[in-house]
């Protein structure tokens, strides 16, 4: 029934399964068991980002180009995410079950292409393949089909959860993950470590599951790191926090520049500036005359040039430098209620798939929310994690759309 | 909350909800960690970090770029560059008073220089201070030595470096035009030429600081390699990048002609210690223009300055000895760039524009015929709504009878431009004496159109633009003067056109002032046809280090500024007249130009005196001013030559026109033949 329009608006279904609907059954169309607030803090986050994205990206492009570009491509992702979205709400989730092994397969393929020539390379790492003018990141879809692969076989297992069925759903996310580590891409191989974590942990594995992964998990960061695994630079990035350098050369350094960035903001931080300035400055020429010893520069962090990849994996130093502990405090809190409506839709599941779909989305935005910006406050290590919804990015932002539909499906149909 | 679900799933149900419990929890945990995290950062520690953050900065350090060359019009090099070797300071090692006065000390003692001298440059705010300075140039190579072997006498600070520095492979040539060039002052810094321009400008570039060299700074001074420092809270640098690449300027090619060049200063000098047994000429001035194209060929100015003396800067002392040797006397001044500086009354040399005026306001016609006599009174009798008359006088009391404008010229007749100055003047309607009606204007339009009262455009900077009295001049004279004892320009009433003031313009003399450039303009326009043009010094911006003149960056295409209304028969009778100063029987440059080529070289020119007055040190004295064209057929130079204080147009000033001409026609001869007497107007 999920699959008709009869499906959305239960007032138009006469019969189900032969029988006449009554009053209460139209009452569960689910189009009435909407989540308002949850769609509703979603697209607050999208434009809070965009303008981010807008006030770090205006001053950096190239006189030629429209100082709007990235907020315009940013807002058309959004409204493709949130096509997906309506167009997913109306399929029942519980029959993206019987589709999670096709699409945990297409998932693979796309991530083996990647790394095939047919994947484009940029910064050193090959992450994308390209459709014409728009690339594709697949491991962020991964992350999604990971999701409803692991909730769909962790709920058969009904809450009693053997070393068998641990074993099977590590095997099942390592492929993707180390696929995703070839490309390479450290950080978001540790958002599917973290989501396998979360749902084993609500799906049921054992104490005794979780200190035997604790213990392989160990023995195999001790081998990575005794094997020359990793390459120099992800070490040197993941230590980094803990020592902090201000040779500007070094990873650190950008840590650095990230937590002055952060911190220089103060309470209320130092503005923002959405208008192309009138001299449409070059980074180089861009500062006041004199070789600036102490020319006066606002937004200094920002302005010149202090911190990298602002506008995507390091947008939050924007945020704390130009908007202060208010705009912060205030992300932070549209992020804390956007995970409790996730937790909440993962209680309020009629079954288990639904409660482990809702578990599987609340731990990969925590993880991520919390690895970003801790990140950027230098509490942890340096990854490329984008911050969802607020980072600049297509694949990302489609991908947290698709993750709101799942939780909107699940609470949409929860007394179905 | 959690809804109960019927049967056997209720217990793991609850079992759920307990994991999901923890796994909440655990996301709290991570949120109260952010949230702690921030609160520090940005309320607790906000302060610290803002201080950070100013602290931290990046420096960016330029380095000079190689400038254009500029090459006449036939490639020679006038200014390239070179490589001077200086003592420099790194600031950034001797911070401490001490160490600095240690180093100063030892420093001085091995250049054999002042060290207070050394002091001062060291301080100068005009280097980054990121940079070495500079303190002393072209130091002996003993001096060089021994600063090398003993860095840690001067703790390493002191170096050598080499400086890029301005050449002038020939020498003491055009230094007016050609310019000099030093560090950009603040006052420059808020000139939109440089405020405005792209890579900006900033304290410590080494720019244009006078003619090419200022005028064309944006495309011969290249781009400044630019590197971008970082540099932690006590400035020192943790690494550099280069931000971007240097890139040479480009060359300048100018319309100037070396040897021509050389050829005016030569015959300028020559003429001005010729004149020097008789009268005080301290000064003089030649522009040599190519009438068809405004094409500056050469610009001579006496005196001048050897501009190699200025490469290297010059102190303000060394300045002010060049400026007025004299102190207080201008004629000295060697920096005074007469071709487009001085300002003086241009005399009989004038009659080609009032010619011209009169033809174009039709109170005049090429067939016009008008007595000479010694004397003529304005208003003419029987006007008696302008005022009393006055006399007016030729400049010799012979009655030379009824002419056409040729020998009105050729004779420089003043009483003939009396009468067209005061028939300019009537038909403007200014004939009611107190109440002019300055309207029309007919002379001073005409005069505006063919270049006087405003500046020419020349590229060079500073030009002058002369005075041309008109009613708004008046106004304006009259306002500033008329708490005086005797206003000038009118009354303790108001201001008062005068005619005479027109008649005294006819002649070139009264308020009228121009430059010789301007005279030179107006020249050309008689001998092109009537086209008057823009001067220009530089012909186009060619790549740096390339002879390759066929693919400029950007060529200056000659601008006709306006167009005299004059049509040929018109023109014809001024070129006539013209030719005849050379070559008439009573032509008052006959006798400078005795014995030269008239028939195979046609020279066209006038003559012109102006008087100084009977008293005071000027007394009896005279600005010989000679403008020119040749040849008169199909002219190809314009020539004028300007001497202050000196004696004769024709005397004076004739003869170093000749000696320019012969040189530019290649004609020989010697020059003492010409010096004869003659006297024009």
């Given at each position: 029934?999920?699959?008709?329009?009869?499906?959305?608006?239960?007032?138009?279904?006469?019969?189900?399964?032969?029988?006449?609907?009554?009053?209460?059954?139209?009452?569960?169309?689910?189009?009435?068991?909407?989540?308002?607030?949850?769609?509703?803090?979603?697209?607050?986050?999208?434009?809070?980002?965009?303008?981010?994205?807008?006030?770090?990206?205006?001053?950096?492009?190239?006189?030629?180009?429209?100082?709007?570009?990235?907020?315009?491509?940013?807002?058309?992702?959004?409204?493709?995410?949130?096509?997906?979205?309506?167009?997913?709400?109306?399929?029942?989730?519980?029959?993206?079950?019987?589709?999670?092994?096709?699409?945990?397969?297409?998932?693979?393929?796309?991530?083996?292409?990647?790394?095939?020539?047919?994947?484009?390379?940029?910064?050193?790492?090959?992450?994308?393949?390209?459709?014409?003018?728009?690339?594709?990141?697949?491991?962020?879809?991964?992350?999604?089909?990971?999701?409803?692969?692991?909730?769909?076989?962790?709920?058969?297992?009904?809450?009693?959860?053997?070393?068998?069925?641990?074993?099977?759903?590590?095997?099942?996310?390592?492929?993707?993950?180390?696929?995703?580590?070839?490309?390479?891409?450290?950080?978001?191989?540790?958002?599917?470590?973290?989501?396998?974590?979360?749902?084993?942990?609500?799906?049921?594995?054992?104490?005794?599951?979780?200190?035997?992964?604790?213990?392989?998990?160990?023995?195999?960061?001790?081998?990575?790191?005794?094997?020359?695994?990793?390459?120099?630079?992800?070490?040197?990035?993941?230590?980094?926090?803990?020592?902090?350098?201000?040779?500007?050369?070094?990873?650190?350094?950008?840590?650095?520049?990230?937590?002055?960035?952060?911190?220089?903001?103060?309470?209320?931080?130092?503005?923002?500036?959405?208008?192309?300035?009138?001299?449409?400055?070059?980074p180089t020429w861009g500062l006041p005359a004199g070789h600036v010893p102490d020319a006066p520069v606002e937004r200094t962090q920002t302005a010149l040039d202090f911190v990298p990849e602002?506008?995507?994996?390091?947008?939050?130093?924007?945020?704390?430098?130009?908007?202060?502990?208010?705009?912060?405090?205030?992300?932070?809190?549209?992020?804390?209620?956007?995970?409790?409506?996730?937790?909440?839709?993962?209680?309020?599941?009629?079954?288990?798939?639904?409660?482990?779909?809702?578990?599987?989305?609340?731990?990969?935005?925590?993880?991520?929310?919390?690895?970003?910006?801790?990140?950027?406050?230098?509490?942890?290590?340096?990854?490329?994690?984008?911050?969802?919804?607020?980072?600049?990015?297509?694949?990302?932002?489609?991908?947290?759309?698709?993750?709101?539909?799942?939780?909107?499906?699940?609470?949409?149909?929860?007394?179905? | 909350?959690?809804?109960?679900?019927?049967?056997?799933?209720?217990?793991?149900?609850?079992?759920?909800?307990?994991?999901?419990?923890?796994?909440?929890?655990?996301?709290?945990?991570?949120?109260?960690?952010?949230?702690?995290?921030?609160?520090?950062?940005?309320?607790?520690?906000?302060?610290?970090?803002?201080?950070?953050?100013?602290?931290?900065?990046?420096?960016?350090?330029?380095?000079?770029?190689?400038?254009?060359?500029?090459?006449d019009r036939n490639g020679v090099v006038l200014v390239e560059n070179r490589t001077a070797t200086a003592v420099t300071i790194d600031r950034q090692i001797v911070d401490t008073p001490r160490?600095?006065?240690?180093?100063?000390?030892?420093?001085?003692?091995?250049?054999?220089?002042?060290?207070?001298?050394?002091?001062?440059?060291?301080?100068?705010?005009?280097?980054?201070?990121?940079?070495?300075?500079?303190?002393?140039?072209?130091?002996?190579?003993?001096?060089?030595?021994?600063?090398?072997?003993?860095?840690?006498?001067?703790?390493?600070?002191?170096?050598?470096?080499?400086?890029?520095?301005?050449?002038?492979?020939?020498?003491?040539?055009?230094?007016?035009?050609?310019?000099?060039?030093?560090?950009?002052?603040?006052?420059?810094?808020?000139?939109?030429?440089?405020?405005?321009?792209?890579?900006?400008?900033?304290?410590?570039?080494?720019?244009?600081?006078?003619?090419?060299?200022?005028?064309?700074?944006?495309?011969?001074?290249?781009?400044?390699?630019?590197?971008?420092?970082?540099?932690?809270?006590?400035?020192?640098?943790?690494?550099?990048?280069?931000?971007?690449?240097?890139?040479?300027?480009?060359?300048?090619?100018?319309?100037?002609?070396?040897?021509?060049?050389?050829?005016?200063?030569?015959?300028?000098?020559?003429?001005?210690?010729?004149?020097?047994?008789?009268?005080?000429?301290?000064?003089?001035?030649?522009?040599?223009?190519?009438?068809?194209?405004?094409?500056?060929?050469?610009?001579?100015?006496?005196?001048?300055?050897?501009?190699?003396?200025?490469?290297?800067?010059?102190?303000?002392?060394?300045?002010?000895?060049?400026?007025?040797?004299?102190?207080?006397?201008?004629?000295?001044?060697?920096?005074?760039?007469?071709?487009?500086?001085?300002?003086?009354?241009?005399?009989?040399?004038?009659?080609?524009?009032?010619?011209?005026?009169?033809?174009?306001?039709?109170?005049?016609?090429?067939?016009?015929?008008?007595?000479?006599?010694?004397?003529?009174?304005?208003?003419?009798?029987?006007?008696?709504?302008?005022?009393?008359?006055?006399?007016?006088?030729?400049?010799?009391?012979?009655?030379?009878?009824?002419?056409?404008?040729?020998?009105?010229?050729?004779?420089?007749?003043?009483?003939?431009?009396?009468?067209?100055?005061?028939?300019?003047?009537?038909?403007?309607?200014?004939?009611?004496?107190?109440?002019?009606?300055?309207?029309?204007?007919?002379?001073?339009?005409?005069?505006?159109?063919?270049?006087?009262?405003?500046?020419?455009?020349?590229?060079?900077?500073?030009?002058?633009?002369?005075?041309?009295?008109?009613?708004?001049?008046?106004?304006?004279?009259?306002?500033?003067?008329?708490?005086?004892?005797?206003?000038?320009?009118?009354?303790?009433?108001?201001?008062?056109?005068?005619?005479?003031?027109?008649?005294?313009?006819?002649?070139?003399?009264?308020?009228?002032?121009?430059?010789?450039?301007?005279?030179?303009?107006?020249?050309?326009?008689?001998?092109?046809?009537?086209?008057?043009?823009?001067?220009?010094?530089?012909?186009?911006?060619?790549?740096?280090?390339?002879?390759?003149?066929?693919?400029?960056?950007?060529?200056?295409?000659?601008?006709?500024?306006?167009?005299?209304?004059?049509?040929?028969?018109?023109?014809?009778?001024?070129?006539?007249?013209?030719?005849?100063?050379?070559?008439?029987?009573?032509?008052?440059?006959?006798?400078?130009?005795?014995?030269?080529?008239?028939?195979?070289?046609?020279?066209?020119?006038?003559?012109?005196?102006?008087?100084?007055?009977?008293?005071?040190?000027?007394?009896?004295?005279?600005?010989?001013?000679?403008?020119?064209?040749?040849?008169?057929?199909?002219?190809?130079?314009?020539?004028?030559?300007?001497?202050?204080?000196?004696?004769?147009?024709?005397?004076?000033?004739?003869?170093?026109?000749?000696?320019?001409?012969?040189?530019?026609?290649?004609?020989?001869?010697?020059?003492?033949?010409?010096?004869?007497?003659?006297?024009?107007?």
């Amino acid at each position: 029934m999920g699959l008709s329009w009869e499906g959305m608006f239960g007032e138009a279904v006469d019969r189900i399964g032969g029988q006449p609907i009554s009053a209460r059954m139209a009452r569960k169309a689910p189009i009435r068991h909407l989540d308002p607030t949850l769609l509703l803090v979603t697209l607050i986050l999208t434009a809070y980002g965009a303008v981010v994205v807008l006030s770090v990206t205006i001053h950096r492009l190239p006189p030629e180009t429209n100082p709007n570009l990235y907020l315009i491509r940013q807002v058309l992702f959004a409204a493709a995410g949130m096509g997906i979205l309506v167009a997913m709400s109306f399929v029942d989730y519980r029959h993206f079950r019987a589709l999670a092994p096709f699409v945990y397969i297409a998932t693979v393929v796309g991530l083996v292409a990647v790394l095939t020539p047919l994947g484009e390379v940029a910064g050193g790492a090959r992450r994308w393949i390209s459709f014409g003018a728009f690339q594709a990141q697949p491991s962020e879809l991964a992350k999604v089909a990971v999701i409803v692969v692991l909730a769909a076989y962790l709920s058969e297992r009904r809450g009693e959860v053997r070393a068998i069925d641990v074993l099977f759903c590590c095997v099942t996310v390592a492929i993707p993950a180390v696929l995703i580590f070839l490309e390479p891409d450290l950080g978001t191989m540790m958002v599917f470590v973290a989501l396998t974590a979360g749902l084993l942990l609500v799906g049921g594995a054992k104490i005794r599951h979780f200190l035997a992964l604790g213990g392989v998990g160990i023995v195999a960061i001790a081998m990575v790191l005794q094997l020359g695994v990793l390459q120099d630079y992800q070490v040197q990035r993941i230590t980094a926090f803990l020592d902090p350098e201000p040779d500007p050369q070094s990873v650190g350094y950008n840590l650095v520049q990230a937590e002055i960035a952060i911190a220089s903001g103060g309470l209320r931080g130092k503005g923002m500036e959405l208008e192309p300035s009138t001299e449409r400055r070059d980074p180089t020429w861009g500062l006041p005359a004199g070789h600036v010893p102490d020319a006066p520069v606002e937004r200094t962090q920002t302005a010149l040039d202090f911190v990298p990849e602002q506008h995507t994996d390091f947008i939050f130093t924007a945020v704390g430098e130009q908007l202060g502990f208010v705009g912060s405090a205030t992300l932070l809190g549209l992020f804390a209620f956007l995970i409790w409506r996730a937790v909440r839709i993962a209680a309020l599941s009629k079954d288990m798939f639904g409660t482990l779909l809702a578990t599987g989305v609340a731990s990969l935005w925590a993880f991520q929310l919390f690895v970003n910006i801790g990140m950027t406050m230098g509490i942890m290590p340096i990854t490329g994690i984008p911050l969802p919804f607020v980072s600049y990015g297509g694949s990302s932002l489609i991908t947290n759309y698709i993750a709101v539909g799942l939780l909107l499906n699940v609470h949409m149909r929860r007394f179905l | 909350m959690m809804k109960k679900e019927r049967g056997g799933a209720t217990q793991g149900i609850d079992r759920t909800t307990l994991r999901l419990a923890i796994f909440a929890l655990c996301i709290m945990v991570a949120f109260v960690a952010l949230f702690s995290r921030l609160w520090y950062l940005q309320v607790l520690a906000a302060p610290d970090y803002r201080r950070l953050a100013k602290e931290n900065r990046v420096r960016f350090v330029k380095s000079e770029p190689l400038r254009g060359r500029i090459v006449d019009r036939n490639g020679v090099v006038l200014v390239e560059n070179r490589t001077a070797t200086a003592v420099t300071i790194d600031r950034q090692i001797v911070d401490t008073p001490r160490e600095t006065r240690i180093v100063l000390r030892r420093l001085a003692r091995v250049l054999g220089e002042k060290r207070w001298l050394l002091r001062q440059r060291l301080k100068s705010e005009l280097v980054s201070p990121y940079k070495p300075v500079p303190v002393a140039e072209n130091v002996p190579v003993k001096a060089r030595d021994h600063i090398l072997e003993n860095q840690e006498d001067f703790f390493g600070a002191v170096d050598i470096d080499k400086i890029p520095s301005r050449r002038y492979p020939k020498g003491h040539s055009a230094p007016h035009i050609l310019g000099y060039v030093g560090e950009i002052s603040e006052q420059m810094l808020k000139e939109p030429r440089f405020s405005d321009a792209r890579p900006s400008y900033e304290p410590g570039d080494i720019v244009g600081r006078a003619g090419l060299e200022y005028e064309y700074d944006n495309f011969i001074r290249g781009v400044p390699a630019l590197s971008k420092m970082i540099v932690n809270s006590t400035g020192e640098v943790l690494s550099e990048i280069e931000v971007r690449e240097e890139s040479a300027g480009n060359d300048l090619v100018l319309y100037l002609d070396y040897g021509i060049q050389e050829l005016a200063e030569e015959a300028l000098k020559a003429g001005v210690f010729a004149n020097r047994g008789r009268y005080p000429t301290p000064a003089g001035g030649v522009v040599v223009m190519d009438p068809n194209t405004g094409g500056i060929l050469g610009m001579a100015s006496f005196p001048d300055y050897d501009p190699r003396i200025l490469a290297d800067g010059l102190t303000q002392k060394e300045y002010n000895k060049l400026g007025a040797k004299t102190k207080g006397n201008p004629d000295d001044d060697a920096f005074l760039f007469r071709p487009i500086q001085a300002q003086r009354a241009p005399a009989s040399t004038f009659k080609i524009v009032t010619a011209g005026a009169a033809m174009a306001a039709d109170v005049a016609s090429p067939s016009t015929v008008l007595d000479c006599p010694g004397a003529k009174p304005y208003p003419p009798p029987g006007r008696t709504d302008v005022g009393s008359a006055e006399i007016f006088n030729n400049w010799t009391d012979f009655d030379f009878g009824l002419m056409g404008f040729p020998e009105s010229l050729e004779v420089s007749c003043d009483t003939f431009y009396y009468e067209l100055g005061w028939r300019l003047e009537d038909s403007s309607g200014a004939s009611v004496f107190g109440e002019p009606n300055r309207g029309e204007e007919h002379f001073q339009r005409y005069a505006r159109l063919t270049g006087m009262g405003h500046d020419t455009g020349i590229d060079l900077p500073n030009e002058l633009s002369g005075r041309l009295p008109d009613w708004d001049w008046c106004r304006e004279i009259w306002r500033a003067t008329k708490d005086d004892k005797i206003p000038t320009c009118g009354t303790k009433d108001g201001p008062v056109w005068y005619p005479g003031e027109t008649i005294n313009m006819s002649i070139g003399q009264g308020a009228l002032t121009t430059t010789p450039l301007q005279m030179a303009v107006a020249t050309s326009a008689i001998a092109n046809g009537g086209a008057v043009m823009q001067p220009r010094v530089a012909m186009q911006v060619g790549r740096p280090d390339e002879d390759d003149v066929e693919h400029p960056v950007r060529t200056f295409e000659p601008h006709e500024v306006a167009r005299l209304p004059l049509d040929e028969t018109e023109l014809s009778v001024i070129r006539q007249g013209m030719v005849d100063v050379v070559a008439g029987s009573q032509g008052t440059a006959r006798t400078a130009f005795s014995g030269f080529p008239v028939s195979t070289f046609p020279i066209a020119g006038k003559t012109g005196t102006s008087e100084l007055g009977d008293v005071g040190p000027t007394a009896n004295l005279q600005d010989a001013w000679f403008v020119s064209y040749a040849p008169a057929d199909d002219p190809q130079y314009v020539v004028v030559v300007y001497l202050e204080k000196s004696g004769h147009g024709g005397e004076s000033a004739a003869p170093i026109a000749r000696e320019i001409y012969e040189g530019l026609f290649g004609i020989d001869s010697s020059l003492d033949v010409r010096l004869g007497q003659d006297a024009s107007g």
